[in-house]
């Protein structure tokens, strides 16, 4: 009963360098997403998928793409990090309907240096 | 646009008190609410959520919400605290025609012995 899992949990990058964070969810969820957690600042929407092979803008894309090339599967890419992208990030999944509440992984704690 | 304001940052009882986290949204057409809590270094755990019907909303551990839609609130409450419901605590709105679900900037509730 894995629920939505991520990789890794803790990551140290120098400024520039690239990398990719893991989410996998074994529920078939069809929409997934990427938040990220920043203190006094709540969760903020970075990239949503509502299927596979469609992706869309939050509320804080820049410096961040994604891809989704099956249901389960939404890999967060930075491209050039930064220290403004230290932070933790949670990936989430949730069945296709609005009303529906979303599941969390446990997060991936990020520190560019 | 949508958005949450959760307008206290910390919350202090004693236990076996009554706990209330306040929580008012601002969507433009008909909500979808949700509330969360985030224990240290792990993801978020969906608590409750309004969908339609009855104002008030029963879910986990013994948590409800109230939601009052001339108010925009949809507000919090333990009957008794427990020591071990201290964690971070995030309302959520989702409008019913989106996906995106947007976060308040979360209350840490302390409950002491």
């Known amino acids: 009963n894995a629920g939505v899992t991520q990789t890794p949990k803790f990551q140290v990058l120098k400024t520039g360098q690239s990398m990719t964070l893991q989410c996998a969810q074994d529920?078939?969820?069809?929409?997934m997403s990427w938040y990220r957690q920043d203190p006094g600042m709540g969760l903020r929407l970075i990239h949503y998928?509502?299927?596979?092979?469609?992706?869309d803008q939050g509320e804080v894309p820049n410096g961040y793409n994604v891809s989704r090339s099956t249901t389960e599967d939404f890999p967060l890419r930075l491209l050039s990090a930064a220290p403004s992208q230290t932070s933790v990030y949670f990936c989430?999944?949730?069945?296709?309907?609005?009303?529906?509440?979303?599941?969390f992984g446990q997060g991936t704690r990020l520190t560019v240096v | 646009a949508q958005s949450v304001a959760q307008p206290e940052d910390q919350v202090n009882v004693a236990e076996g008190n009554p706990l209330t986290v306040k929580c008012t949204y601002s969507?433009?057409?008909?909500?979808?609410l949700f509330w969360y809590v985030q224990y240290p270094n792990r993801g978020l755990q969906f608590l409750l959520k309004?969908?339609?019907?009855?104002?008030l909303v029963k879910g986990s551990y013994g948590f409800e919400a109230e939601f009052n839609k001339s108010q925009t609130s949809f507000h919090l409450k333990k009957p008794s605290a427990l020591v071990s419901d201290s964690a971070l605590y995030f309302c959520?709105?989702?409008?019913?025609?989106?996906?995106?679900?947007?976060f308040g900037a979360g209350t840490t509730v302390t409950v002491r012995a």
């Open positions: 529920m078939n969820h069809e929409y």
């Open positions: 989430a999944s949730s069945k296709g309907q609005p009303n529906t509440e979303a599941f």
């Open positions: 309004y969908i339609t019907g009855d104002n």
């Open positions: 998928s509502v299927g596979a092979g469609i992706t």
């Open positions: 969507v433009s057409g008909n909500p979808y």
């Open positions: 959520a709105v989702r409008d019913r025609n989106d996906y995106k679900l947007s």
